[in-house]
């Protein structure tokens, strides 16, 4: 059975923390170096179910995406949900490790699993300087009302579902994908030619100029669905590093959706645009 210090070491490995954003908070937030680990929880989110989840699951540590602490804190007291969740991690001796924007441009990353469950072939980075974001091809094109079909099908279940922007009819070969919020992005999509991007969490302004000045399809998501398939991807590779390892690691993916919107309200009168419902 190895040691947290041997197993955040392999992850290090896969996602290095050097290759994270400055203002990003990655690394081990709580965990005693030398504490045996059998059980390992991915998740997304670190809130307090799926805390609570690692602890019924007997988990010794628990891998996230999104940090804990992003900001900083002077305080863990528990009277904070983010105190709590310290708290009960600690008390039932549970590591808690985040790979966030090291995630996003390792590869394969972020990016690479949510093309995958897509069924896109990733064929480069979007932002090559950084590893940020997959620019893919389809193996047949298709409607970019067909694009975001695909999209509802593949991603998680979520109360936003899949919006779209842009001509439904127009046929998709090379599409831009970036789990997380991608509006940033922009500049990089619109250099790589390609006739959609799909991301998350994309906002008015950015998102009507896009379509106003070049055409481009956007399919928009929920942040969570657009990275959850990275948390598959990531107990996959520390499952193969256990075999190889010889450590025999219960490698498990959260089941809790940690989405925070759990409920979308059609309007009751729908202006007809041309875009797909």
């Not at 390792?106 to 980075?125: E, F, I, K, T, Y």
């Amino acid at each position: 059975m190895p040691r947290l210090s041997e197993v955040i070491a392999e992850l290090d490995a896969l996602w290095p923390p050097e290759r994270a954003e400055q203002w990003d908070a990655v690394g081990t937030v709580c965990g005693d170096p030398d504490a045996p680990v059998r059980r390992v929880l991915f998740a997304v989110d670190p809130v307090r179910a799926v805390a609570d989840e690692a602890v019924a699951l007997g988990a010794d540590l628990l891998v996230t995406h999104h940090p804990l602490y992003l900001r900083g804190t002077t305080t863990v007291a528990a009277g904070h949900f983010k105190g709590r969740v310290v708290h009960t991690l600690i008390k039932h001796d549970v590591a808690l490790h985040v790979a966030h924007t090291n995630a996003d441009t390792a590869d394969p990353g972020v990016s690479d699993a949510l093309a995958a469950v897509l069924g896109l072939r990733p064929v480069a980075p979007l932002v090559p300087a950084s590893g940020l974001g997959r620019i893919c091809e389809l193996d047949e094109p298709e409607t970019l009302r067909a694009f975001a079909e695909r999209a509802a099908r593949a991603l998680p279940a979520t109360a936003q579902g899949i919006r779209t922007a842009g001509d439904p009819d127009a046929l998709v070969r090379r599409v831009a994908v970036s789990g997380g919020s991608g509006d940033s992005l922009f500049d990089a999509v619109r250099a790589a030619g390609v006739d959609a991007f799909l991301t998350a969490d994309l906002r008015h302004h950015p998102a009507s100029e896009a379509v106003q000045h070049t055409g481009l399809g956007l399919v928009d998501a929920a942040h969570w669905a657009t990275e959850q398939p990275w948390c598959d991807l990531a107990a996959r590779q520390l499952a193969e590093i256990s075999d190889r390892r010889g450590w025999d690691l219960e490698v498990q993916v959260s089941t809790a959706v940690t989405d925070p919107w759990s409920h979308h309200s059609a309007s009751s009168a729908h202006l007809d645009t041309g875009a797909p419902n």
